[in-house]
Every structure is written in structure tokens, then in C-alpha cells.
């Protein structure tokens, strides 16, 4: 009997025609939900310009945010702004502890019905902890 891959987190089908995966609609894109997640930024910058260390590590986190929860429009709370910025434009946190938000959208005309927001988790301890899901209560 094949047994099922305990890695895979979410269900896939195939397109036989591209042979493209393609993430089903089951997989609950349109929930809200908070979670956090530890972001090591020095990947994110290695190499670059000293000048264009901390603004490339706000893209790198907007970036990463867009792949998590799967929305275009992603929002930066002004303490993770000053989180990243805090040792200067050169020499940006090795790793950020970040709370990224899934929520809904108030405005009538937008694109998008879902926008994520993120901001700095409460504590920052690496130590062991992987992604928390947050209980909004």
C-alpha cells in the first residue's frame, strides 16, 4: 500500500495539458488567519550594496509575505519598518521574528477581497520556534 507523503501540506492536481501544478481551491486562500514566522534577512541581503541593504530587506519580507499567504497587496507596519531600519541602512538584523495577518479588505473598488499586513511578533526568541499560528481572539 502506498502511503501518504507526511511532508506534503497541501492537496495539488495536475493540468495534463501543461503538466503544471496547480493549487486547489480547497486549500482555503480565502480565510483569515495569523500567523507567525522567523524571516533571516541576511540571505535576503547577502551581497548587495551597503546603501540598498535595508530597503532590499523590506522587499525581501513583502516578497516573502506574498508567497505565504498568497495575496498581492502586502501592507508593512511602521514598527517592522523601524525593526529593519534599526541598525542603520547597512547593517540590517541577521533574523526577524514577523507576525503576518491575512484580513480582509474594507474598500469597495479593490482588486483583491484579502490583503496581508504585517508587523514585528511580540517576542523575539529564535530559539526552536518555527511558524505559530495566532489565535485572534
Known sequence: ???PDP???????FNCARAVPILSAAMGKTDVVTREYTINLSKAVHGITFKKRAPRAVQAVKKFAQKQMKTSDVRVDVKLNKAIWSKGIRNVPRRLRIQISRRRNDDEDAEEDLYSY??????????GVGTKVVDDA
Request: glycine share 0%; net charge positive.
Open 118 to 127: 504585517v508587523t514585528v511578533a511580540p517576542e523575539q526568541n529564535f530559539a
Open 7 to 13: 511532508l506534503a501540506r497541501r492537496p495539488v492536481s
Open 1 to 3: 500500500a502506498i502511503k
